[in-house]
């Protein structure tokens, strides 16, 4: 671990961290699926950590806007575990890493529609179906939530971005449409998938995401008090350990020690129990969906830091 004494203000390791990971080569892909997400340039990236003790760091492009995508799947998860009937979610959804892509249907289907985990789509398609047992505008409590967290004006929903991905969401509406079959879905596929697509579609940027993550490294509790309780924290990091990065949830547990979510808009979120949470973002993803030059950045600043739950 860094000390006062004999490690550079976290602002400076941030902007050498920006200088080394800033893309400069047009390595890498974005979602062929989701048009909007090939328009920010190669080289956006940008880094932000919120700590516990309420500072907020940030440099290069931390503070544009880009669409969370899969990140938005640990905020419903959150939101859904708030609840009381917090018992009746696990008995849809699993807690295993799926070693499969975050779309796959083959296994959703040999599992009789109980999917692996909730950071797959299957998995957060479920969460959402949960949280619309309260409201079904899901996507609009999500946002609630996120702008109780970080302030106003804050994240919003790009709902032309949405249309279009949901027009290419054939995917999506197959694992909904399986769901149902087996009974693991209440509200219609449809309607559940337009929730899911638009909750996707939040913009935030990197200083907003960080500071929305918090919750998880300080026991559960975010900016407005108690978001879930410390032993649901713990589990949310645990999950995302072993599940946030899909298919590469190893590789990037060896690489960055450190639970993470990603999303294909190519931002990561990361947690430091007791410490801070990070958010990278850089649009060009790997082979995994997960942000090339965001992984890489995040490697280089835990082994910089000492940050790491090992
Ligand atoms: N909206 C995207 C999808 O459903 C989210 C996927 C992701 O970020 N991994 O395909």
Request: with cysteine; proline share 6%.
């Amino acid at each position: 671990m860094m000390t006062a004494l004999d490690s550079p203000p976290l602002g400076l390791v941030l902007d050498d961290i920006v200088r080394s990971h800033r893309p400069r080569t047009e390595a890498g892909s974005v979602p062929a699926n989701i048009p909007h997400l090939q328009s920010p340039p190669f080289d956006r990236f940008g880094i932000a950590v919120a700590t516990t003790s309420g500072e907020v760091f940030s440099s290069g492009d931390a503070g544009l806007p880009f669409s969370i995508q899969s990140i938005s799947k640990v905020f419903t998860l959150a939101m859904a575990l708030s609840a009381d009937d917090s018992g009746s979610l696990w008995s849809r959804v699993l807690r295993e890493p799926s070693g499969t892509s975050f779309n796959s249907l083959v296994q959703l289907e040999v599992e009789h529609g109980v999917p692996r985990n909730p950071f797959i789509n299957s998995g957060a398609l479920v969460v959402t179906d949960h949280l619309m047992e309260r409201s079904p505008d899901a996507a609009a409590q999500v946002l609630r939530f996120l702008n109780g967290q970080v302030g106003q004006p804050g994240p919003f929903i790009d709902e032309i971005a949405a249309r279009s991905e949901l027009s290419s969401s054939s995917r999506n509406l197959a694992l909904a449409h399986f769901l149902k079959e087996f009974g693991n879905l209440r509200r219609p596929a449809q309607a559940v998938v337009e929730n899911y697509v638009r909750q996707c579609s939040i913009m935030m940027t990197c200083v907003e995401v960080a500071k929305a993550g918090l919750f998880l490294a300080q026991d559960g509790r975010g900016a407005q008090g108690a978001v879930i309780s410390r032993s649901e924290a713990k589990r949310i990091g645990s999950i995302m350990l072993t599940c946030g990065m899909y298919d590469a949830a190893g590789e990037f547990a060896y690489r960055v020690g450190l639970p993470g979510k990603s999303g294909v808009g190519g931002g990561i979120l990361a947690i430091v129990p007791g410490e801070c949470a990070i958010c990278v973002w850089s649009p060009r993803l790997d082979s995994k969906g997960n942000s090339l030059a965001g992984t890489a950045a995040l490697a280089d600043l835990s082994d910089r830091t000492g940050w790491s739950i090992f």
